[in-house]
């Protein structure tokens, strides 16, 4: 497909599991950025990549966050330790890069138990 | 610093009348404006955006904003609702100048609803 692939879509975690969500962005697009988005809010930025470069992760809640993409391409947000106030919607976006519109997953919803 | 604020947590609507969402926005720089639509259990999905050329933006959709600097607004409308335009609707405003990822701002959502 065309668009930006994320899965899986929907996860549950018992608090304190380590959880690994996955982001295929568009092929071609070297920015790509995660989003947090709880229920019923607008998304909060967590980290962006241009390529393989983490340019920006000021948004991240915790040292349990940590976000990789080794090639440029594929991307994984790992959780460690979960805690409840880490449910919710998990975006993806890839962009081309300056000021370019965002191209969005459709999220992976984590809820921790 | 860059803010939005969307002033109406939830609209409501009958089929086939206008649609007003919306959307304030301040930064230090000549912003690019967004909007962005969210279907449920879907991925976020462009509107439009602006860009400094025309104020008028035409949208997917039939749907348009007017830049107003002078308001520091970017008001989303549609002459006439749909069903299908039930959603969650997202203003986005990020830095002119794109330095940074965390200047990419989303305001907290207003739902629409239509009524048959």
């Known amino acids: 497909g065309a668009g930006v692939s994320q899965s899986p879509r929907y996860k549950v975690a018992k608090r304190g599991q380590d959880v690994a969500l996955r982001c295929d962005p568009i092929?071609?697009?070297?920015?790509l950025f995660w989003y947090q988005q709880a229920l019923g809010q607008g998304p909060e930025f967590l980290t962006y990549f241009q390529n393989e470069a983490q340019l920006d992760k000021s948004g991240l809640p915790s040292d349990r966050f940590f976000a990789e993409r080794p090639e440029g391409s594929v991307s994984t947000l790992k959780i460690q330790r979960t805690q409840q106030e880490d449910s919710a919607v998990y975006l993806c976006?890839?962009?081309?890069?300056?000021?370019?519109?965002?191209?969005f997953g459709n999220g992976t919803r984590l809820t921790v138990t | 610093a860059q803010s939005v604020t969307q002033l109406d947590s939830h609209v409501s609507v009958s089929e086939g009348t206008p649609v007003l969402l919306r959307c304030n926005y301040s930064?230090?720089?000549?912003?690019?404006l967004f909007w962005y639509v969210q279907h449920p259990n879907k991925g976020l999905q462009l509107l439009l955006k602006?860009?400094?050329?025309?104020?008028l933006v035409k949208g997917i959709n039939g749907f348009e904003a007017e830049f107003k600097k002078s308001e520091t607004s970017f008001h989303l409308t549609k002459p006439s609702a749909h069903m299908s335009d039930a959603a969650e609707y997202f203003c986005?405003?990020?830095?002119?100048?794109?330095?940074?990822?965390?200047?990419?701002?989303f305001g907290s959502g207003t739902r629409l609803s239509i009524r048959p």
């Open positions: 986005v405003v990020s830095d002119g100048v794109y330095s940074s990822a965390s200047k990419i701002i």
């Open positions: 930064s230090s720089y000549s912003p690019s």
């Open positions: 092929s071609g697009h070297v920015s």
């Open positions: 602006y860009t400094s050329a025309a104020t």
């Open positions: 976006a890839s962009s081309l890069p300056v000021n370019s519109p965002l191209h």
